[in-house]
């Protein structure tokens, strides 16, 4: 009795049940495209082409197989090939012709050929540069960077881009253009002791304006001391103070220069010892001497200052100023500043009449100047 039942629910089941899948229709096969080589190739032609580049040939999509760029006198360019980009690695020659040659292969096994020629400009005049610093030198903390054109700079901007200074501890600093052929570099405050210092004026094809290029590019690096030593020179108390690291480690008697006469007055502000004689003959035809023999003259300022020896005027040391600018010290005391003293250490002369800032075709000012007003003699503006 209970068969149809079964066999309903069984139909039912069937009724419900899916149709069966109908055959799929094949795949189409892939087909795999093999990219052509693609090449980038800088400059590839053109006239009056710096010669300080970049050169270069790149490639996607395939491989450099080979790279020359060669000059119409037959020399190939040294390169190097890396991360898939040839690129030279010399500067080359001011109105020279080149041409590239070579090949990439790309992925679809089609070889494509490197090719091109340029030329690159010809200057009306080159620029030479050069530097206050000697290479593997040390100097004195307040040491600025003075670096001088042979000619006055008209694209002060191009060629302050292409001047740059490293520095092995974090240094504030900035360059200042003092005229149009001379752009100093100083830091905000004093060098850090021990600090490793390194110029790069990467000039060399740099426009300097007026069709005036760069010669060559200049390298130098050299060192802070290992100590800081700082005078301050008093021209009211008629004191010349040396510390080092901080520290006191003399405060002698000092006669500067005469106080009611502008031309001889000790000038204000933070002068740099430029040069050391153990001996010299002083001229100032203006004031009547000429050939005066001093001792141990360290020379702070190329007005004509120094801190020399002076025993004429020991009884006036400490006690009032006489001298046509300098400071006078005892010979021995003289010998020891000369002793500790090394080119870039500072000498802060104070409270006199007239500023050394005043006359700024002097060499060193730079401390002379706050740093807003450093800064603003930069020809790029940040």
């Known amino acids: 009795m209970f068969r149809p039942l079964i066999l309903a629910v069984l139909l039912g089941l069937t009724a419900c049940s899916a149709a069966p899948d109908a055959p799929s229709s094949p795949a ?3 087909v795999e495209t093999k990219a052509k080589a693609a090449l980038t ?3 590839a032609s053109g006239e009056g082409i710096s010669p300080a580049g970049p050169f270069q040939v790149g490639v996607t999509g395939g491989a450099l197989t080979a790279v020359a760029l060669t000059g119409a006198d037959g020399r190939v360019v040294k390169g190097e090939l890396t991360a898939g980009k040839w690129v030279a690695t010399e500067d080359l020659g001011y109105d020279k012709s080149y041409t ?3 090949s990439a292969k790309g992925e679809d096994g089609a070889e494509v050929p490197v090719s091109g020629s340029f030329r690159t400009i010809r200057p009306q005049r080159l620029v030479n540069a050069s530097t206050n610093v000697g290479d593997h030198e040390t100097y004195g903390v307040a040491m600025p960077i003075k670096v001088t054109f042979s000619e006055p700079v008209q694209d002060k901007a191009a060629v302050q881009k292409a001047m740059t200074v490293k520095t092995s501890v974090p240094t504030e600093g900035a360059w200042a253009w003092l005229s149009d ?3 100093h570099w100083r830091p905000r405050e004093y060098w850090k002791t021990n600090t490793e210092v390194s110029v790069n004026l990467d000039v060399y094809g740099v426009p300097f304006g007026g069709g005036a290029y760069g010669a060559e590019d200049v390298h130098v690096q050299f060192k802070i001391a290992d100590r800081a030593l700082v005078v301050k020179a008093d021209t009211q108390t008629h004191r010349f103070v040396i510390y080092r690291d901080g520290v006191q480690l003399h405060d002698f008697p000092a006669s500067y220069g005469l106080d009611s006469v502008r031309d001889r007055v000790t000038r204000s502000g933070t002068h740099v010892v430029m040069q050391k ?11 009547g001497y000429e050939n005066v023999p001093v001792n141990w003259a360290v020379l702070i300022s190329d007005n004509g200052e120094f801190v020399h020896e002076y025993a004429p005027t020991v009884g006036d040391q400490g006690n009032r100023n006489v001298s046509h600018g300098c400071a006078n010290l005892s010979p021995d005391n003289a010998k020891t500043f000369f002793d500790l003293a090394m080119i870039g250490d500072p000498v802060e002369v104070l409270n006199s009449s007239v500023n050394l800032s005043e006359e700024p075709q002097f060499n060193y000012y730079d401390w002379a ?3 807003a007003t450093w800064t603003s003699k930069s020809a790029v503006k940040s």
């Open 277 to 287: 004689e153990a001996s010299r003959k002083m001229t100032n035809r203006k004031f």
């Open 369 to 371: 100047l706050d740093w």
């Open 41 to 43: 190739v800088t400059p």
């Open 28 to 30: 189409a096969p892939v």
């Open 181 to 183: 052929t001379e752009a």
């Open 100 to 102: 590239w040659s070579g």
